[in-house]
């Protein structure tokens, strides 16, 4: 018995490093393409050339002021959202949540929306959004812990889609207001998800927040796999289920506030990604959860690069990504919760 259990977890591991090799290959793969295409295409010659810094002029301003940081964002977005979602799905052990589900994007698109309106800054526009979503998420905390009977999963959740609505309409009333020729235009395309004139300047502000989001939920992978046993079991297993619950919202909000502050609302991540890792890996959420942010890398990685160039105007990031997400969810409703556990 102690033999087969030992050869059971080599085996495991040995799949879980494939796995990792194969996906890292993949995403290695999906960088270099979406570093050769578009309307000046490059070889793959000619992008090691100007990232080594051997090639010509011309193809290292594309690579290193047009191509990389938008790559380097779309890699961070993904996986930031894709991350959030499963932790969600996990936390409230429902396999249709997503990081929407606190009014997370609603609360960052309306400060998003308000900083346009005000004219800041790009960075003040960010800073905007990321308080705008945090902020969305501590009303909802806070208007649930005043409710005192009740399932708090479901009051959560009921509470989240309560803010968000409201943040909605916040959203639309600025909309309005805004001015028509200059900054409605912008309110909109932004509120659609676009990595568009994404800068290293634009990018820098999220990589430590949602590094410390990532590890957070990273050190606490396997009290939240407990977690989705029931708050009872939890309980029973030494693991207090309030507290975790609380740490997990808001190292997935803190991702998810900051991805969005740099990238706009971008939809269906969250919620598609997630399955297609547990499809790999299974339900457990030590594995799932580097699968999942793995695979939303590449996924928003394809999404984006679809978007600069099947078109002659870039299409929005948020159209593309609920295209596909659409019809993935209703197959999801199709086949109810089987696969979940």
């Known amino acids: 018995m102690g033999q087969g259990t030992t050869a059971t977890v080599s085996r495991a591991r040995a799949g879980g490093l494939s796995l990792g090799v194969t996906l890292a290959g993949a995403l290695a793969l999906l960088a270099l393409a979406a570093l050769m295409i578009g309307p000046y295409q490059l070889s793959p010659g000619q992008v090691l050339g100007a990232l080594i810094g051997t090639g010509n002029a011309q193809a290292e301003i594309v690579v290193w002021n047009v191509r990389l940081p938008r790559v380097a964002a779309a890699l961070l977005v993904g996986a930031a959202l894709a991350a959030a979602g499963a932790s969600y799905q996990a936390l409230f052990r429902n396999p249709l949540v997503s990081p929407d589900i606190l009014g997370v994007s609603a609360g960052a698109g309306l400060g998003a929306v308000l900083g346009i309106f005000l004219s800041l800054p790009v960075l003040g526009i960010q800073l905007s959004a990321f308080a705008g979503g945090l902020g969305a998420v501590g009303l909802v905390l806070v208007v649930a812990s005043a409710v005192r009977h009740g399932d708090r999963t479901l009051i959560l959740v009921l509470t989240g889609v309560v803010v968000g609505a409201l943040a909605g309409a916040a959203t639309s009333l600025v909309k309005v207001l805004a001015d028509p020729y200059d900054q409605l235009p912008a309110i909109t395309f932004w509120l659609l998800g676009s990595l568009a004139a994404v ?82 890996v299974g339900p457990g959420f030590g594995r799932l959860l580097p699968v999942s942010a793995a695979v939303g890398a590449g996924y928003l990685l394809v999404v984006d690069t679809l978007a600069r160039t099947i078109a002659a105007t870039e299409v929005p990031l948020g159209i593309l990504t609920a295209v596909i997400g659409a019809p993935f969810f209703i197959w999801l409703l199709a086949r109810g919760r089987r696969g979940w556990s």
């Open 199 to 280: 800068t290293p300047a634009d990018v820098a502000p999220a990589i430590l927040p949602v590094t410390v989001g990532l590890a957070a939920l990273g050190l606490l992978r396997w009290r939240i796999n407990v977690l989705g046993m029931g708050d009872e079991e939890a309980r029973a297993l030494g693991v207090e289920a309030g507290r975790l619950r609380l740490w997990t919202i808001a190292a997935a909000t803190l991702v998810t506030a900051s991805v969005t502050a740099v990238a706009g609302v971008i939809g269906w991540v969250g919620l598609v990604i997630p399955h297609i890792g547990r499809m790999l």
